[in-house]
Structures are given as structure tokens and as C-alpha cells.
């Protein structure tokens, strides 16, 4: 029994400066098309009108997918992808193979097309991916192979697959709801089970483990972080629900799980709440997040990327030397002086007025900080300011000079 839900994907903003396909899923999408299309000037075509953000919203449905694809002068075109569907025998072996195995149930439940699920559908007799040869286009430009058009809407979907695997799925004729129902159905307990017994002792459960399936493996983490899915839908947001902040917030939660779990010691130190706010905007979110996080923060906008400037040279510690200035004690103060004494000869040495941990140059636009750390960071004036000029260093030369050089480039 094919199921005829229909999912419709609002076109995506342009592709600048990232990849079509992250997950590996995606990449065997885009194989299949790179493969058999006979005109590879047509794929690079498709390329490049995916990527100037002039597919329009995606249609998925059973053996076939649909968008409205602008040329370069504008000229709308209908493209066409059709895709073999499975027969009811393949999603009975396929959803037989899925329910022996709890890790697959699992990966689906995830979103997730781990290879091993699809080598065991293979090898049951069911091709989940494309083969060469098997996404078959069709466009009003009249083209009788893949066109620009059909591969831009290609491109497109690579992107949707890698959100979402169950587009898939629906493309080979099963949807989502209907999927999720039959392994629901062959996984359910017996009706003949005992229906009084609500659970059994945990040593007993403890001594049948080994009839269980094994857990499956953990997955290689990825190079990246993946995409969190677009919230960008037809449907308005509840009240008090701002979809670009979750979708922000998504996409800078998965970065920080993927630093965690690549960085034994990748743990921050507490935050502060108006420090958190600049770890985040490093993420270079929208405007209106911008706006949020400044606010939440106690910044004005300018403030905050001011802040972010400093974070990206040096993270919490230079934050504090952007913002907080402090009275260097009488032992710091010593060696801070020792250094810049013997930074330059007596007749190059540059003359410094201090207040704090901020020494000025008189009659430049330079400054140094000190850190408490006895590191010293850049800093210029521009348009009236002090903003950072580089990272730390030891040497208070050697940071004055990389002042002094930002100031130069940007004068």
C-alpha cells in the first residue's frame, strides 16, 4: 500500500560558502545524479542556480519530486525527479529487517541513516539510495536529460535530505506517519501476552539480557556538526515563540556537543550571563538574535560586537581586559614596568601614560592592556575608541607593534 502524503519544503536562502550535502546520505544523493547525467556543464548549471537560492518550494511526494527553478534571466521552469517507488513486498522485508535490528528503529526514531541500515536493506533486497541512472528528469524547457533546472531541484533536495531522511522514505513511497505505524504495529506485544504482568524483577530482566540484541556501536563523529532542521514552515509560530532564536540556539547547542565530544577538556569555565551572550553571537547569528542577545546582555549592539571582537582573540580573558579595567598591584605593577623597560632601547622607547592595567602611547593610537594573566593585548583607536587589536602576547613590544600595524592597515 503506497501512502500518498504529500510534504512541501519552503525554498532555501542561497548556498554561499557551504556544501550541499553534509550527511553521507546526501552525498550518495548527489552521486547518483553527478554520475548519470550525460551533460556535466548541465550539473554544474544546476550547481550554481541551487546555490543562487532560485529553487523554489520543494514538493515531496511518492516517486516524485517538483519545484519551480528561475534561469539566470529569471525565466521560471517547472523541474521534475522521479524515483522508483518500493513495492509492498520491499517495505514488508525492509520493515521486517528494520524491527530485528533495535539500533535501526532507534537511528530512524534519531533521523538518522547510519550505513549499516542501508547495507542491511541492501542485502535484503531493498536499495534505499539511488543508483546511477535511477532519478529520471523531466522539465518544460524540453530538455530529454538532466537540465540545469532538474539538477539545481537535485542540489536542493540534498540539502532536505540532509535534515531529514524520511524525505527519502517518502520519495520511495512510504511517509513518515504511515512508516512509523508499521514498525510500531510489528513491534507491539501479543495480544496474548499475560496482560497482569506490568513488569518483571530486575534481576530476572538482568539474567535474560543476553537474548536481547546487542546495542549498536557508536557512530564515528563527524568532521562537523550537522544542520538542526529548518523551522522555516507555512505554519506561524505559537505565541511567544521566535523560530529564528530556536534555530539559532539549535545550530550553537549541536557545535558545543560536537566540541564536548571531540574535547575531553573542552568544558568552558563558568559564565558569566553577559559573557554566555558573547559565546553565543560568535555563532554570527541574524540581526534580530544580534538584538536579543545585546539586550539580554546589557549592550548596545555596538558594544556587543566590540565584544566580539575581543572574544574571538582570547575568549573570557580578553573579554575582561575589553571591559574591566583594574589597579595593577605593586608586584605586577614592577614587572609590568621591568618589561616595558627593557622592551626597547632608552632612545626608541616609546613614552607611556598609564592608568590602570592600560598603558597609552602619548600622541598615537595605540595602547597596550595588561591581562592578569601578565600577557599583554593590542589595542587602537578608532572613531573615538579603544577596540582590540590582536591576541596576547609576553612581549609588550611585540604587541604594541601589532597595535600599531592594525592601525596602520586600517588608516
Known amino acids: 500500500m503506497s501512502d500518498e502524503t504529500e510534504r512541501t519544503f519552503a525554498a532555501f536562502p542561497p548556498a554561499h560558502g557551504r556544501g550541499f550535502a553534509q550527511s553521507w546520505w546526501g552525498q550518495a544523493w548527489l552521486k547518483a545524479l553527478e554520475d548519470a547525467a550525460l551533460d556535466t556543464a548541465q550539473v554544474k548549471t544546476g550547481r550554481r542556480l541551487a546555490r543562487a537560492g532560485a529553487v523554489g518550494a520543494v514538493s515531496v511526494r511518492p516517486g516524485r519530486i517538483t519545484a519551480v527553478v528561475q534561469d539566470r534571466d529569471r525565466t521560471p521552469h517547472r523541474a521534475d525527479v522521479l524515483l522508483e517507488q ?182 568552558d569555565d563558568e559564565l558569566t550571563l553577559a559573557q554566555d551572550a558573547v559565546r553565543l553571537a560568535v555563532g554570527t547569528p541574524g540581526t534580530a538574535v544580534l538584538e536579543r542577545l545585546s539586550e539580554g546582555s546589557g549592550r548596545t549592539t555596538e558594544e556587543l560586537a566590540l565584544a566580539l571582537r575581543a572574544w574571538r582573540d582570547g575568549g573570557v580573558a580578553a573579554l575582561e581586559v575589553l571591559e574591566e579595567e583594574w589597579t595593577v598591584g605593586g608586584e605586577t605593577l614592577a614587572r609590568a614596568r621591568a618589561a616595558l623597560d627593557s622592551a626597547w632601547d632608552e632612545e626608541e622607547r616609546p613614552s607611556l601614560r598609564a592608568r590602570g592595567n592600560r598603558w597609552t602611547v602619548v600622541g598615537s593610537s595605540s595602547q597596550l592592556r595588561l591581562g592578569r594573566d601578565g600577557r599583554w593585548w593590542p589595542y587602537r583607536k578608532e572613531r573615538g575608541r579603544w577596540v582590540p587589536a590582536g591576541g596576547a602576547v609576553q612581549d609588550p613590544a611585540t604587541a604594541l607593534a601589532a597595535a600599531a600595524q592594525e592601525a596602520l592597515e586600517i588608516g
Open 86 to 267: 518500493l513495492s509492498d513486498d520491499q517495505w514488508d522485508r525492509f520493515l521486517d529487517m528494520t524491527v530485528e535490528r533495535a539500533g535501526h528503529v532507534a537511528a530512524l526514531l534519531d533521523r538518522d541513516m547510519p550505513p549499516h541500515l542501508v547495507e542491511d536493506a541492501a542485502a535484503a533486497g531493498v536499495e534505499l539510495l539511488p543508483g546511477m541512472g535511477d532519478l529520471e528528469p523531466e522539465c518544460d524547457c524540453g530538455a530529454w536529460d538532466h537540465c540545469g533546472h532538474t539538477a539545481a531541484l537535485c542540489y536542493q533536495v540534498a540539502r532536505l535530505l540532509d535534515e531529514d531522511p524520511f524525505v527519502l522514505l517518502l520519495m520511495r513511497g512510504r511517509g513518515e506517519r504511515a512508516l512509523l505505524d508499521a514498525l510500531q504495529d510489528r513491534t507491539a506485544v501479543p495480544d496474548e501476552a499475560p496482560a497482569h504482568r506490568e513488569g518483571v524483577d530486575a534481576a530476572e530482566a538482568y539474567a535474560a539480557g543476553d537474548i536481547l540484541p546487542p546495542l549498536p556501536a557508536l557512530p564515528e563523529l563527524p568532521e562537523e556538526p550537522g544542520v538542526p532542521p529548518s523551522l522555516d514552515t507555512e505554519t506561524p509560530a505559537p505565541s511567544g515563540v521566535d523560530p529564528a532564536a530556536l534555530e539559532f540556539l539549535a545550530a550553537r547547542t549541536a557545535a558545543r556537543t560536537h566540541r564536548l565530544l571531540a574535547e575531553q577538556d573542552a568544558f
